[in-house]
């Protein structure tokens, strides 16, 4: 029977791989408009040292993923392998990081693997299966796992750990990335340290990646950007002050788990509430984290959206010209999923034994940070849903986390 399910498992990662790799290579294709014609057509007259000179000091900092992107987009092979790959290696680093020590790689790396496939469509679309936004969101995250794995792991193969070093100049060349990683190695330091002979190598990666940051966040380009992006997106941004532009990034947040039925959303409050009931501690902070957790299921299962239908700035065009910048009742339902959200990452943190284990709450945490910080850019709502990968993949991390400690 062992050896039944042993061989049962097995075709069920392999076949899962090997399906999820086909189909996704055969969908892919340039799109005939926006930035694949754009990034096609690059080097059509330039040199790339010029090209990316020029995009850095006048457009964006991401000299590094714009290098490797326009040098590959005519090559169709690289981004028809390298898409699905990247999608297949996310799962195992996902399952690697959250799952290894409970759940067998051959069942939960296929559970990963279709976490990633029920990504809302938007938010998958712009930001897996676009050519162009898979250089610029899923290919940084791989190698952002790639280097939080290697961290995680206490691995001794140098080899591993130059080559993680190194694609985190890729991961920090996304600037949503580099933050995540910013904010989320400092936790790490706190995690097992018993496990940890040294820190000079997590001190190493941190510093590369400080500097990989500073590279893209502080870029002359960037701010000659954002000039150009808010005349032609959103002008009022300039007289907007901080809690403005906050506001901003929390509609993309709050809009992103309360529109549309987020599933990965969902599967995370499912993932709290089976923790909850597991840790079978009927403490404040318990009581009150299943109150705004089923509420908030409950607003997702039932209504695509139950505060924005008659808001007059669902998009982009129009938004905050009003002097009251919206009603009492739209930040109401702000409050209310950020408290969730907070309840879910404070929540997560003690079991019922007293143990404390952080990273459930430092991935969801990290996740809305990132997410809120979109707020700063003009094009907050211009850029579409590839902005939210990142807090989607949070969400899933989250909710693996919260398996892990059930399992």
């Known amino acids: 029977m062992n050896a039944n399910n042993k061989t049962l498992s097995s075709w069920l990662l392999y076949s899962s791989v090997?399906?999820?790799?086909?189909?996704?290579?055969?969908?892919?294709?340039?799109?005939?408009?926006?930035?694949?014609?754009?990034?096609?057509?690059?080097?059509?007259?330039?040199?790339?040292?010029?090209?990316?000179?020029?995009?850095?000091?006048?457009?964006?900092?991401?000299?590094?993923?714009?290098?490797?992107?326009?040098?590959?987009?005519?090559?169709?092979?690289?981004?028809?392998?390298?898409?699905?790959?990247?999608?297949?290696?996310s799962s195992y680093l996902l399952w690697s990081i959250t799952l290894k020590e409970r759940v067998p790689c051959k069942v939960g790396m296929p559970l990963v693997i279709f976490s990633l496939l029920l990504i809302n469509a938007p938010v998958a679309g712009d930001a897996q299966w676009w050519v162009t936004g898979f250089y610029n969101y899923l290919l940084p995250s791989t190698c952002a796992l790639f280097l939080?794995?290697?961290?995680?792991?206490?691995?001794?193969?140098?080899?591993?750990?130059?080559?993680?070093?190194?694609?985190?100049?890729?991961?920090?060349?996304?600037?949503?990335?580099?933050?995540?990683?910013?904010?989320?190695?400092?936790?790490?330091?706190?995690?097992?340290?018993?496990?940890?002979?040294?820190?000079?190598?997590l001190s190493s990666a941190y510093i590369v990646v400080l500097m990989g940051s500073a590279v893209t966040l502080l870029s002359p380009g960037s701010t000659a950007r954002f000039s150009v992006e808010a005349a032609r997106y959103m002008p009022q941004i300039l007289d907007m002050s901080i809690f403005q532009k906050t506001i901003i990034g929390v509609d993309r947040l709050v809009e992103n788990i309360s529109y549309n039925r987020n599933i990965c959303f969902i599967f995370s409050v499912v993932s709290f509430l089976s923790f909850l009931i597991k840790k079978g501690r009927v403490d404040f902070l318990s009581k009150m984290s299943v109150i705004f957790s089923v509420s908030a299921l409950i607003f997702s299962l039932t209504s695509l959206s139950f505060y924005m239908r008659d808001i007059n700035y669902i998009t982009y065009y129009g938004k905050f010209y009003s002097v009251d910048f919206g009603a009492m009742k739209v930040y109401g339902c702000y409050l209310f999923?950020?408290?969730?959200?907070?309840?879910?990452?404070?929540?997560?943190?003690?079991?019922?034994?007293?143990?404390?284990?952080?990273?459930?709450?430092?991935?969801?945490?990290?996740?809305?940070?990132?997410?809120?910080?979109?707020?700063?850019?003009?094009?907050?709502?211009?850029?579409?849903?590839?902005?939210?990968?990142?807090?989607?993949?949070?969400?899933?991390?989250?909710?693996?986390?919260n398996i892990r400690r059930i399992v």
């Open 337 to 401: 999923y950020l408290i969730t959200l907070m309840v879910m990452a404070a929540g997560s943190i003690e079991s019922a034994s007293g143990e404390r284990d952080f990273r459930s709450f430092v991935v969801l945490l990290t996740g809305c940070l990132v997410t809120i910080a979109i707020g700063l850019s003009p094009t907050a709502y211009a850029s579409g849903e590839r902005v939210l990968y990142v807090f989607n993949i949070s969400l899933i991390g989250y909710s693996f986390f």
């Open 148 to 201: 939080l794995n290697e961290l995680l792991s206490f691995s001794q193969k140098k080899s591993i750990f130059i080559i993680s070093v190194l694609l985190s100049i890729i991961a920090t060349s996304s600037e949503q990335v580099a933050l995540f990683l910013i904010i989320s190695i400092p936790f790490i330091y706190f995690i097992d340290r018993s496990k940890r002979s040294s820190n000079i190598a």
């Open 18 to 89: 090997l399906l999820v790799f086909i189909t996704i290579a055969c969908k892919l294709r340039l799109m005939p408009y926006a930035d694949d014609v754009t990034f096609s057509h690059a080097l059509d007259n330039v040199k790339i040292v010029d090209y990316l000179i020029h995009r850095y000091k006048m457009w964006s900092g991401r000299v590094v993923i714009e290098a490797i992107m326009v040098s590959t987009i005519t090559i169709h092979a690289f981004w028809k392998i390298m898409i699905p790959v990247c999608l297949i290696l």
